[in-house]
């Protein structure tokens, strides 16, 4: 999704600091700030946390202008001003970021003030350090990693192989498994080992830079962003882990037996790590592709096709978006604006070149809501939709708060409020929008291949999207040495996933780089607490809906009650501590992956009994 807080992006990298030139001082980067005009004291704190509140709001809506533009109208000018406003926009949470560090240390600061300083201080996820020429060495490093991913290549039968087209083969059945290692072994060498270098000296930088911020090291830096100590971060995303990770070693030894079943031992073992390569996907992370070799007998024909279903309504691109806006109009959420329809783009058009990656946004902070989208009548698209539109209302809901509480309550609220409408794209809810028959709701019997076919992609990321960015937080902290990048990288992914690479490995490779967050600098843990929180978001949804049946049948539409507690987690966007904004929706104060446990306990059941006499584990 997209958000128009690019003054304070996820992505944003440390530019140098110099003036950029300006046609007017709306757009300037933020000068020094006199201290005469914000002294070091908890007034002139809460007066400076202000100023930058009010400078970054106006900001943001032209940013936003100018990177829509960019997005649905790609020419060499909307490029140039997309960069232009896109250094501005990172040079201002530069400034900001060493300015509240300095007002940190204040004693006495409003506690409400002190959190928007941490909110401001951790708005950089690669901060440079204040000596001369760190910023722009920074920067050069991070986009010369950014290019070299993008412009990466593999080998199929030794023919060149660029990086969308690899991944798509990976998870191609055809492929035999000498085809699949050679994918896997090029991709790795060719994009990761030449970023080593590189890579260890930008995050040497960061580090330093992270220091000056206050914190021990980047790792602690970026874990400061959910409201707790650093530490009791890290533990409590291991307890979430460990609450799920009985239905992952059930799913991975099922999947083992599958795939010792086709390639025989030779190939993959019937005990032990899974080879990396053989799992539909260059990271592992998702299983999904493989599914037609797991399935259970007769578990293909679940009774009805979406996408026939949509033909048959023949529902245009922009109906598909209303029967989602009525989702939430039933849960008693007001339509979506007028200038909705007008300004979103929801076909592609043919006449320019666009960004077809399906995003939500506010331009204005305020009721600009839209979706980009190149909407097709499919079944994929429909459910997009329902997930897009998620944020979109929540965008909407907590559109007043002040400008640095305009957000999610953590990083994993916003994903996991679109992927919990989307998990309520039951065959209950298709019957109660006169899509679906009720006499084609699929029987009991059909269950399991329809959460197997989920859990293949839902439960089998999430040891990854745990262990990037503890892969990460230890090279920062030291307890994975530089030297050790390779080892610590496959000894994490064999200690979690319980896979392991198709072919040997050593120190002369930087596998971790060739997953594009890695160089890219994208924090990760998001991902994962977005796939525990939305299940965990279903459930309380469909408790207080009064829903008696299997979880994963649940349908809430319709129902107000679930619609004004769900507005009332939304519209706290990140004004409040996380656990405040999770208690107002579930009353809990705790992530959980037990609802998730829940919703797949009846394939975990049948799971078991596939295992039995099978060792578990690896």
Request: charged share 25%; proline share 5%.
């Amino acid at each position: 999704m997209k958000f128009s807080k690019v003054a304070l992006s996820a992505l944003a990298i440390s530019l140098a600091t110099s003036t950029v030139s300006r046609a007017d001082d709306h757009a300037a980067a933020p000068s020094s700030t006199p201290a005469e005009a914000y002294p070091l004291t908890p007034e002139g704190a809460a007066a400076w946390v202000a100023m930058v509140e009010k400078d970054l709001f106006d900001f943001g809506k032209e940013n936003a202008q100018v990177a829509w533009i960019n997005s649905t109208y790609i020419t060499y000018d909307s490029d140039a001003l997309a960069a232009k406003y896109g250094a501005i926009g990172t040079e201002k949470s530069v400034a900001y970021a060493n300015e509240a560090a300095r007002f940190a240390t204040v004693q006495g600061l409003d506690p409400e003030v002190a959190r928007k300083l941490d909110i401001l201080r951790t708005g950089i996820v690669m901060p440079a350090p204040v000596r001369e020429g760190a910023a722009t060495e920074l920067n050069e490093l991070a986009t010369r990693l950014n290019s070299a991913y993008g412009k990466g290549k593999g080998t199929l039968n030794g023919q060149e192989i660029n990086g969308s087209d690899i991944e798509a083969e990976m998870g191609n059945l055809e492929r035999s498994p000498a085809e699949l290692a050679e994918m896997w072994a090029s991709w790795h060498d060719n994009v990761g080992a030449p970023m080593k270098g590189d890579y260890l000296r930008m995050i040497g930088i960061a580090n330093e830079g992270a220091k000056e911020l206050g914190f021990a090291d980047l790792g602690a830096m970026w874990r400061s962003n959910y409201d707790m100590d650093p530490d009791a971060f890290a533990a409590e995303t291991e307890r979430m882990w460990q609450e799920v990770k009985p239905l992952y070693v059930a799913l991975h030894t099922y999947v083992r037996s599958k795939l010792n079943e086709k390639y025989g031992d030779t190939v993959q073992a019937r005990t032990g790590p899974i080879r990396a390569d053989l799992l539909g996907n260059m990271w592992a992370q998702e299983w999904g592709n493989i599914y037609p070799l797991v399935a259970p007998a007769g578990a293909g024909d679940i009774g009805y096709d979406l996408t026939e279903l949509i033909e048959q309504k023949g529902l245009s691109e922009i109906e598909m978006v209303k029967v989602g806006e009525q989702f939430f109009s039933s849960l008693g959420f007001a339509p979506l604006p007028e200038t909705f329809w007008e300004r979103s783009q929801f076909i592609k058009p043919v006449d320019r070149e666009v960004v077809c990656h399906a995003s939500a946004w506010n331009i204005d902070n305020v009721d600009d809501l839209r979706i980009k989208m190149c909407i097709k009548p499919n079944a994929v698209d429909f459910t997009t939709i329902h997930h897009e539109l998620g944020h979109n209302y929540y965008q909407r809901a907590y559109n007043q708060q002040d400008y640095l509480h305009l957000n999610g309550a953590n990083d994993g609220f916003h994903e996991a409020i679109g992927d919990m409408i989307a998990l309520s794209i039951t065959p209950e809810y298709l019957v109660q929008i006169g899509m679906l028959d009720k006499s084609q709701v699929p029987s009991a019997d059909k269950d399991i291949g329809l959460l197997l076919r989920q859990a293949m992609d839902k439960v089998a990321f999430l040891p990854f999207g745990l262990l990037v960015d503890r892969y990460r937080w230890g090279l920062f902290e030291g307890s994975i040495p530089g030297d050790q990048l390779n080892k610590g990288w496959n000894d994490l992914r064999l200690q979690y996933q319980g896979i392991t690479p198709p072919v040997a490995r050593d120190e002369s490779g930087f596998d971790a780089g060739a997953k594009y967050h890695i160089p890219g600098n994208v924090p990760y843990t998001r991902y994962f607490l977005a796939r525990i929180l939305q299940f965990q978001f279903y459930k309380a949804a469909c408790d207080a809906a009064g829903w008696k049946g299997p979880l994963h049948r649940c349908s809430f539409y319709g129902n107000e009650e679930v619609g004004k507690k769900l507005n009332a987690m939304l519209e706290m966007g990140a004004s409040k501590p996380w656990p405040d904004a999770l208690e107002a929706f579930t009353g809990s104060r705790q992530m959980s992956g037990k609802a998730m446990v829940e919703y797949f306990a009846p394939l975990k059941k049948w799971l078991d009994q596939q295992n039995k006499g099978k060792p578990k584990g690896w």
